[in-house]
């Protein structure tokens, strides 16, 4: 045995931890897929199991808390770090400006908003949805992120909270709407994020929770290619069912349920056939932002009815119990 076959186990344990059901706490659970990190490259296979009692599919074994950082470093796509596109940058711009003007689509239809409201973003990143929300109502913004991103000029005006979303300090009964665009899937402890949406809530708050579905056409298509594994950053793969199950679980009652959500399903359309080529070489984005676009313009009339066709995303709009 090499020396390096030898550290390997010692090694594993320092990264990865066994981890039970989120929803039900079972233990007792069977293989689902094994993937890989098809985003950026990064070395290393991730398993995901499914719940034999509830049926919730979950990253296990999973990083620890402590090394999952890394992972979330300047190509991490979400965070927006990189700006300069080159002849592309106005173009980028204007396409994350509509992901958060179909933010704004959604929420407008729940809750009325003007400048006494109080809106949290859990997993705000760099905050400019936080940003759209404050020029379009006026509103009182706040964000929370495990990342220290305080220094994003795109933060100013934003009450940021840096670290995990239960462990801050924020009044009960405060926000008239909490939403969570793409959160809850990399979240390590869904249960208690979601207990704690709940307490900060008004009465008469709406929490948005949008991720991606597991139940959809993407991932029927990709399997361990589907872009909403991105492992290892997220621990929860949630269908239509077993997402439900959780937030009633939590005393929040639903208030609509949709089949799509702000995020644009192209994206992966596109990056599943990308991840079946280059098979976990990772995404070059400066790259694929000219093809990209491309495919995009040539699949406008099915991504026309993407609001029918169940292709990637959910979005469940909710609100505490009375
Ligand atoms: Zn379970």
């Known amino acids: 045995m090499s020396t390096a076959t030898a550290f390997k186990p010692l090694f594993e344990n320092f990264v990865f ?38 049926g919730l599919t979950y990253q296990n074994p999973r990083i620890r808390i402590d090394r999952i950082k890394s992972y979330y470093d300047d190509e991490y796509i979400a965070h927006r770090k990189k700006t300069d596109w080159g002849r592309l940058t106005w173009f980028y711009n204007w396409v994350m400006d509509r992901h958060d003007i179909d933010k704004d689509r ?13 809106i949290l973003d859990v997993g705000c990143a760099v905050g400019t949805f936080l940003q759209k929300m404050r020029t379009l109502y006026d509103a009182r913004v706040s964000g929370v992120d495990f990342k220290d991103l305080s220094h994003s000029s795109t933060l100013d005006g934003v009450e940021f909270h840096c ?44 929490l948005v929770i949008e991720v991606p579905r597991l139940d959809s056409v993407t991932f029927r298509l990709y399997r361990e290619r589907w872009p909403g594994l991105q492992a290892p950053q997220h621990t929860v793969l949630f269908e239509r069912r077993t997402l ?20 644009p399903p192209y994206f992966y359309i596109f990056a599943g056939a990308a991840f079946k080529i280059l098979k976990g ?29 169940n292709l990637a995303m959910q979005t469940v ?6």
């Open 17 to 54: 931890e066994t981890v039970s059901c989120y929803s039900c706490g079972s233990a007792s659970s069977k293989e689902f897929i094994v993937a890989q990190d098809d985003l950026t490259g990064k070395p290393g296979s991730f398993r995901f199991v499914t719940c034999q009692d509830c």
């Open 106 to 118: 959604i929420i407008r239809r729940y809750v009325e908003l003007g400048p006494q409201s109080e």
């Open 163 to 206: 670290g995990l979303f239960y462990n801050q300090r924020l009044a009960s009964g405060r926000f008239d709407l909490v939403t969570m665009w793409h959160f809850l899937e990399h979240d390590y402890d869904p249960l208690r994020t979601l207990l704690m949406a709940k307490r900060v809530l008004k009465p008469e708050g709406r």
């Open 244 to 263: 439900l199950n959780l937030i009633e679980k939590c005393g929040l009652e639903v208030v609509d349920y949709l089949p799509y959500g702000a995020f």
């Open 281 to 309: 070489r990772g995404l070059n984005l400066s790259k694929a932002i000219v093809p990209y676009f491309l495919g995009q313009i040539l699949l406008l009339p099915l991504l026309m009815a993407e609001r029918q066709l």
């Open 317 to 322: 709009i909710c609100r505490r119990k009375p």
